[in-house]
């Protein structure tokens, strides 16, 4: 894989000389206090400004900080004018612009679209305080306020909205938010790298629209330059013909060509009839070449007018994902082209250390007082390990946000960070609430091979099974766990994370160990699903991997004398999903004396492959053809709370649902009182169905913030959020 200059190896800017703020300054007064006169950097956050390497806009500026930079925070302005947006002056450099630790719209909305009451970023967990699609409107709003300072977008919402994508709230294919917020430059995935060069760079007099050879950033530009490499899309994964002859590269809006028209274009070929420069396509690119050789993929009108096209797409861009073999990605908007620059290197272990151990405070900003803010509450004293996960779940935007090479920390960084928490947080108890990341188990773990790695282009490095170049050798985290609780003053370490189940097997003590000194009582994995159909469309392992963990978990938990349970998550109305399948996972929930708490319905994330296979009926896992495989997608609210009721096949308000439903499959026979029956055939009163009921009693929705454990009282499964 390339190599990439250490951040924490650029010369310092000249404004080092004012040292570390205790908070990065949110007020004009506080700027005065810190002798500043302007910032060189603003970001604008939608979240609550919590200076904790939880949050992205706290990391962003403390290592901007660590560069010589002054840096501000504007955190939930109000967006109704540009005075918010004023309020520090305007940067030296550039506005910073990020919704949040999540994307606005899946943080506003559950997947039932329905606004959530509360938010888990905001000063006493209320609702409201940030607009949809917060990027696009912060930005325009910064613009308003200083035209001619640039505008870098960055974080989960513009990460996941850097392409024409599918949009779950408004059902239609939105342009790239690049365009939407009028910005300058997007930023994607975890930024530090990109940011501390981009803020140099300024800083040192280039413009930044000369910033166009930045990994991991997404620019506007006309054409491609002369001595680009274009290559059509469609040659590396053919969609089949398309419906209409309509050429969907062409430069023209209204231009035409036959289907079998070459579609490849370079700068300085003859021009064809109607002004376009046609060149022909050559398949095979040297090596030599790729570094300049760039993707054309269709353009956002066509990805909008054929689901197909966006299912290609879609594919074509989750196999430039490597950061040791992408290309660069182009796609017309109208007469413009969006360009996507290849993903970031990943940060070495040191880097990630030097991320880490910035002066951050660990608490939210004074302004707010002893105002609760249930995220902080959350996360306090919980320690990230590692970023990354190279599961390739379809639902999950964990993979397109901070890709599939995982990031670790070393054992020592983890262990001064522990120490920290002990020794500076207020209200620790001496117990460490995670030591993880988006997966817990993934630490250090990577292939056998830099070569091999930087050649793959496999989505899952352990679906439809463990590869065998994957090292699953667990004994670092064993060791950093015993580490971990052997510190002074440290009562015990639990995991929160989700655990891979399917690599814990791999290393039975790991499952010892975490079973016997890291569960308080009750551990969650996410099986997400039983039938193969669902199953091969999450890219997730078959119910005989968490029978297996089961086993071994519930073996270690009775030899260390605890009575411990796994709490399963599972997700409704996936792609690939039927009834039958539903009604299967409700029964076999019975069987074991499982009862969902909260469950999650699946919610179509821009850019996920799941979202892909939801709007188009095709499967981007595969070479997309016209008549390729199809994917049942339940749609439509009626079906949507179907499949979620038989997941609460015990709340008595589902009942009438699930019995007509059982009665039109034909399963008439899982009605009435018995052990083996799902639903009885008496309905209670005050329930769905009976006079003094509510009118279709809504489902309830999920909470963002939700933490708690299940009820002591059976064992329950909790459903948690689909990372965004």
Known sequence: MQTARDIA???????????????????????????????????????AYVDHPSFGMAIIGRVLEAQGFRVGIIAQPDWHSADAFAALGPPNLFFGITAGNMDSMVNRYTADRRVRSDDAYTPGGAGGRR?????????????????????????????????????????KVRRSVLLDAKADLLVYGNGERQICELAHRLAGGESI??????????????????????????????????????????????????????????????????????????????????ERSVIRMPAWEAVAADPVLYAHASRILHLESNPGNARALVQRHGDTDVWLNPPPIPLTTGEMDWV?????????????????????????????????????????SITEHEGRII???????????IEEVRDKVPGFTGVISDLGGPTANMYRLACKSREIESACRRPSCVYPGICPNLDTDHAPLI??????????????????????????????????????????????????ALAEGPLSKMMKPGVAAYDRFKDLFDRYSKQAGKEQYLIPYFIAAHPGTSDQDMLELALWLKTNGLRADQVQAFLPGPMATATA?????????????????????????????????????????????LREALRRMGRADLIGNGRHQLVPAYQPAGTAGTPAARRDAPVRPFRTQHTGLPPLRGRRVRRGPQPS
């Open 131 to 171: 607009p949809d699609r917060s990027v696009i409107v912060y930005a325009q709003r910064a613009r308003e306020a200083f035209r001619d300072v640039p505008i870098i977008i960055g974080g989960i919402e513009a990460s996941l909205r850097r392409i024409a994508h599918f949009d779950y709230w408004s059902e």
């Open 209 to 290: 629209g000369d910033i166009t050879d930045l990994r991991g950033t997404v620019f506007a530009r006309r054409g491609t330059p002369a001595d680009w490499i274009e290559i059509d899309s469609t040659h590396l994964d053919a969609p089949g013909p398309l419906n209409t002859p309509v050429d969907p590269y062409a430069m023209e809006a209204t231009g035409a060509a036959a289907p079998d028209a070459p579609n490849a274009r370079c700068a300085g070929a003859p021009a064809a009839p109607g002004g376009e420069k046609v060149v022909r396509f050559m398949r095979r690119v040297k090596n030599a070449d790729r």
């Open 407 to 417: 990031q670790s920390r070393s054992e020592d960084s983890v262990l001064r960070e």
């Open 356 to 396: 880490y151990e910035r002066p951050y405070r660990r608490a939210p900003h004074p302004r707010y007082g002893k105002a609760n803010i249930p995220a902080y509450k959350m996360i306090r004293f919980s320690v990230a390990i590692q970023r990354g996960c190279f599961g390739g779940c379809t639902f999950c």
């Open 9 to 47: 190896g650029y010369r310092k800017h000249w404004a080092e000389r004012f040292g570390t703020a205790p908070f990065l300054p949110m007020s004009r007064a506080e700027m005065d206090i810190l002798g500043w006169d302007s910032c060189d950097v603003i970001i604008v956050t939608g979240d």
């Open 613 to 657: 296979m939801y709007h188009s009926g095709k499967n981007p896992l595969r070479r997309i053809t016209r008549s390729s495989e199809e994917v049942l997608t339940p749609k439509g609210l009626k079906v949507r709370r179907l499949h979620k009721a038989f997941l609460r096949y015990h709340d008595a308000n589902n009942w009438p649902m």
């Open 479 to 528: 060791r950093l766990y015993r580490r971990a609780r052997a510190l002074p003053g440290i009562k015990k370490v639990l995991i929160a994370s989700g655990v891979r189940y399917d690599l814990a097997i791999e290393s039975p003590e790991y499952v010892k160990e975490l079973a016997q000194h890291h569960t308080g009582g009750y551990l969650k994995i996410a099986p997400e």
